[in-house]
């Protein structure tokens, strides 16, 4: 017996397959963490997809505990890590049984969770006891419940009381959704040492470009739109309008790569667009003292995705009711928006994603807790807006001015003193 039924995470109807992309969200936390850390996946076998995805996230001075998978066997599997290489035999420890392990930075399920309400919270509860302080447990279930609905719901659970971050996973067979639970605090200060996390929510169209998967969804819709009434009037050519507008439509969620400055004392944008103002001032609801905002208009033409502008956790966020005025005018301060408040090792670091004109909606996909690395992606706005970070304005200096262009994630528009 290689584990405790106290973390048994199938079903009676065995186990649910983990495809290379789900695997490689599975293993987020592993692979983002800088420093020399331990890790632990429990219910792997030879050649799965998690396995593998664990060893290619390894640095040099991590560590890698492996626990089988009840359908599988230690000896098979050190057979396995030993053919890998001397690098990873190394790094990569199999035991016989979860009880052979120790605590560790990031725990992974190797495989889906898909028993009851019961067998999933014991399974978490027991997998819950091997995180060191601030650790991840990373997790997944089918995001199409049916025989796995206890599963779905337990892990829902847990996610609303401990969730950090939560993906869904399509391009799997079947659909999964990730979860990463966090069951004590963790350092704010932590942020500064991770890279951005991996985020499956965009489809890779060349190395340096992705589509978000709202794009994918709306290219997808005006196409829906486009075979109706193609169907409907066989003999207009009316469907041709919402079929050529499915390309721009996709264009506008693009999500390009971008080289996050290294300098731990650049602040850099939120988002790509203009300067439209530097200024100091005072904000009772981030807390006392003066603030430096630095407004950044996007227009229909730029990147919509929002990323980090400082690395930090993620402490507060709320949503502020407003109107929708042009987000290029004074009054746009009143508009709809959504402030993302973070903890960082310099202080409170606020950004507001502002809705405009036109923009009606806003994505924000980083929850309390969660960490934040510098120019990692959390959420996007669609269609023309405004992006504003807030800075301790005695902690920082300014260095654009309005009419400035800036690049999200690349741009550095402040330095810390």
Known sequence: ????????????????????????????????????????????????????????????????????????????????????????????????????????????????????????????????????????????????????AGAA????????????????????????????????????????????????????????????????AAAGITLGLAALARVARPSSKLWLLPALAAGPVAAFFRDPERDVPEDPSAVVASADGQVLSVQRLHDERFGDGEWLRIAVFLSVLDVHVNRAPVAGKVVDYFVADGGFVNAMKPDAEHNVAAYTVLDTARGTVVVAQRTGLIARRIVQRAPIGALLAKGERFGLIRFGSRTDVYLPADAADPLVGPGDKVVGGASVIARWR
Do not use: C
């Not at 397959?17 to 632990?40: C, F, H, M, S, Y």
């Not at 050190?78 to 560790?104: C, F, K, M, Y």
């Not at 350092?187 to 929510?201: F, V």
């Open 1 to 148: 017996m290689t584990q405790s039924p106290a973390v048994r995470t199938t079903g009676r109807s065995g186990p649910v397959r983990i495809g290379e992309r789900a695997a490689r969200t599975l293993v987020t936390e592993l692979a983002r963490i800088n420093d020399p850390k331990a890790a632990l996946l429990v219910g792997a076998i030879p050649e799965s997809a998690v396995l593998a995805a664990a060893i290619e996230a390894l640095l040099p001075g991590d560590r890698l505990t492996v626990v089988p998978a009840e359908s599988s066997d230690a000896n098979l599997l050190r057979e396995h890590v030993t053919a890998q290489g001397r690098w990873v035999s190394e790094r990569v420890r199999v035991v016989d049984s979860l009880a052979e392990a120790e605590a560790a930075a990031v725990v992974i399920a190797g495989e889906a969770f898909a028993g009851t309400v019961e067998e999933t919270r014991g399974g978490v509860e027991g997998l819950a006891k091997y995180l060191a302080d601030g650790a991840v447990l990373s997790v997944a279930t089918t995001a199409t419940p049916g025989r796995t």
């Open 153 to 216: 719901a337990e892990l829902a659970r847990q996610d609303a009381l401990h969730g950090v971050g939560a993906d869904l996973v399509l391009r799997n067979s079947p659909p999964l959704r990730i979860y990463r639970l966090r069951f004590t605090p963790a350092d704010p200060a932590t942020a500064a040492r991770l890279t951005p996390a991996y985020r499956p929510s965009s489809v890779r169209l060349t190395r340096g470009m992705h589509i978000d998967s709202n794009g994918v």
